[in-house]
């Protein structure tokens, strides 16, 4: 059984959109790229769009919400490839 404490440091972390995006944003992504119902060249593209929208209703329904969804899919984008080239170099 996991310790409260860490527990609740998990659900503190899920009330922010922010995390609450990146972490959607990279389940999606790795969820993607494991199944044939979208090419790998439009996965970037679709959690791009994904990350726009969700931008827009979890953080601001704005342009800054938006651009917001944005940046936080292009980094979950960026971190996921780092990982996965840098587990390749270690194999």
Do not use: C
């Amino acid at each position: 059984m996991p310790d409260a404490g860490i527990i609740e440091l998990i659900k503190s972390y899920m009330n922010d959109p922010w995390l609450e995006i990146l972490i959607v944003i990279w389940a999606l992504g790795w969820v993607a790229k494991t199944t044939p119902f979208i090419k790998n060249n439009y996965v970037p593209l679709v959690l791009v769009v994904l990350g726009m929208l969700l931008g827009a209703l979890l953080i601001e329904f704005s342009l800054n919400g938006v651009l917001a969804g944005l940046v936080l899919a292009v980094f979950a984008i960026g971190s996921h490839s780092t990982v996965k080239n840098t587990v390749q170099r270690r194999v």
